[in-house]
């Protein structure tokens, strides 16, 4: 069983992750068609290569050992682009992935994690005192003594 992170995640953690899991569903949505026109070519590859064995044996060794690297290079190729396309099969669960309106909304809202984040970090929390201000009297003397104020 997996410890439990005793500590939150930071902010910029937080900002890091949102931003590549946004890149990591732009890039799969962007390639698929790519991989799977690219396993399609392996694929005829493959019958290619089972059709000039059946019709040309290559006798010498030299020729077989041509063909096994050229099976092992395409299988390589392909296992790559089957790799990433179960990946992204896993990833088409969440409704959004084949939905333009869902995926629009998808970054949306990764936008505005990432830029709330980025806001938080930017602007350090302030408060202004209403009433107990005998509590604040050493910071307000830190920040009138850095900003260059005499009491």
């Known amino acids: 069983m997996a410890k439990k992170r005793k500590e939150p995640l930071t902010i910029d953690e937080v900002i890091t992750t949102v931003e590549n899991f946004k890149k990591l569903i732009n890039f799969m949505q962007q390639n698929v068609k790519f991989w799977d026109e690219e396993i399609s070519r392996a694929d005829k590859s493959f019958t290619d290569i089972y059709h000039f ?31 990433l396309k179960q990946l992204y099969d ?36 302030q408060y202004k005192t209403r009433e107990l201000h005998e509590l604040w009297i050493d910071t307000i003397k830190e920040e009138d003594d850095a900003n260059g104020y005499e009491q």
């Open 53 to 83: 064995c059946e019709l040309r044996y290559p006798t010498e060794r030299a020729e077989k050992t041509k063909v096994c690297k050229l099976i092992h290079d395409i299988a390589t190729v392909r296992r790559q682009y089957k790799d």
């Open 90 to 125: 896993v990833l088409r669960r969440m409704e959004f992935i084949e939905n333009p309106n869902k995926t629009n909304k998808f970054n949306e809202v990764c936008n505005q994690v990432i830029s709330k984040g980025r806001e938080i970090i930017e602007n350090k929390r």
